[in-house]
């Protein structure tokens, strides 16, 4: 797609609230990170892929738990279930105090059962939102940024 430009004001230490809203099942789970910049958000999980009648197919992605910066949610959203109807999901996205003008908040979903190889992002969507996080001066910076 083509990036909005929208940017999101934030202040740090705060908890910032997610909702996401699949429109189209896929068995699996979403992850959340921050960065500085696009280049230096973390790699897509590492895939599990196995061999099926209908050809390669993903079966799992490594969930960091506890998250390692720069993901802050990992594992979250798991289901295995086709809903009757789309489904939302919703929690709230511990945000770091810190100083960042246009962070890259990303949101990935992994998707359970996709064909094909794990390559190019190819078993996960990709959503990234821009964040101008400003730090609480009443609060610690958090030096993982």
């Not at 939102?129 to 610690?140: E, Y």
């Amino acid at each position: 797609g083509v990036p909005s430009g929208a940017v999101t004001n934030v202040k740090g230490g705060t908890d910032l609230p997610l909702l996401v809203q699949e429109s189209i099942y896929h068995p699996g789970h979403y992850r959340v990170a921050l960065a500085r910049t696009m280049a230096q958000l973390p790699k897509d999980p590492e895939v599990t892929v196995v061999e099926t009648e209908k050809g390669p197919r993903s079966k799992s992605a490594v969930i960091q738990n506890p998250p390692v910066a720069p993901v802050l949610l990992d594992g979250i959203f798991a289901h295995t279930e086709k809903p009757a109807a789309p489904q939302a999901f919703d929690t709230m996205i511990p945000i770091p105090n810190i100083n960042c003008p246009s962070c890259v908040l990303q949101v990935i979903e992994f998707m359970a059962d996709h064909p094909g190889i794990a390559v190019d992002g190819g078993h996960n969507y990709h959503h990234c939102a821009t964040l101008n996080i400003t730090a609480d001066p009443d609060k610690p910076i958090d030096k993982r940024w």
